[in-house]
């Protein structure tokens, strides 16, 4: 069971994984053991799994970010799963409903390489394409400030 506290805490962690225990003490009105306390405790229940930068992938070369949706049949998934976690450019991948079964987000720094890499896709199904022109809302976590009792249930 988390409380306004916990919320708090995740949140300002999603926003910055770098704040020092000083920093969120100060948030919540809390002392720093009393934070630390807490975040290990929503690290062992597996509400954070844990911590990472956010990166530009503009900068790094990766000019070309795309959603590829794959139809490809249940029984590839013990084949497919390796495959697909293997692939360093592959930012997400997620098993989902309707007319196509997995939906990935891949970053490349060329359409020639997106290309490539959809080639060696389809031979476990036909995909369609999306390239990102633009993101209006970047990842930023799930807001839980203001949802009451999110947590509380799993």
């Known amino acids: 069971m988390i409380d306004e506290i916990d919320r708090k805490l ?14 969120l003490a100060q948030e919540v009105f809390l002392s720093s053991p009393a934070v630390s306390a807490r975040i290990e405790r929503l690290e062992k229940m597996g509400i954070i799994i844990g ?20 139809a490809m049949e249940p029984s590839q998934k ?10 360093p450019n592959v930012i997400e991948c997620n098993c989902v409903t309707g ?11 060329s359409t020639q390489e997106l290309d490539a890499f959809i080639g060696e896709l389809q031979k ?8 990102v022109f633009s993101t209006a809302v970047p990842y930023r976590g799930i807001m839980l400030e203001d949802v009451p009792d999110a947590a509380e249930e799993g």
Do not use: D, E
């Not at 995740?10 to 920093?23: M, T």
């Not at 013990?78 to 692939?87: D, M």
């Not at 476990?124 to 390239?131: D, H, P, S, Y």
């Open 78 to 87: 013990p084949v497919f799963y390796p495959f697909i976690t293997a692939c």
């Open 124 to 131: 476990f199904g036909g995909t369609k394409t999306q390239i």
């Open 51 to 70: 911590y990472q930068a956010k990166v530009n992938h503009q900068k790094l070369g990766y000019h070309i970010t795309a959603f590829i949706n794959l």
């Open 99 to 109: 007319s196509y079964s997995m939906l990935l987000k891949v970053a490349f720094p």
């Open 10 to 23: 995740i949140s300002l962690l999603q926003n910055n994984a770098r704040s020092s225990l000083k920093q």
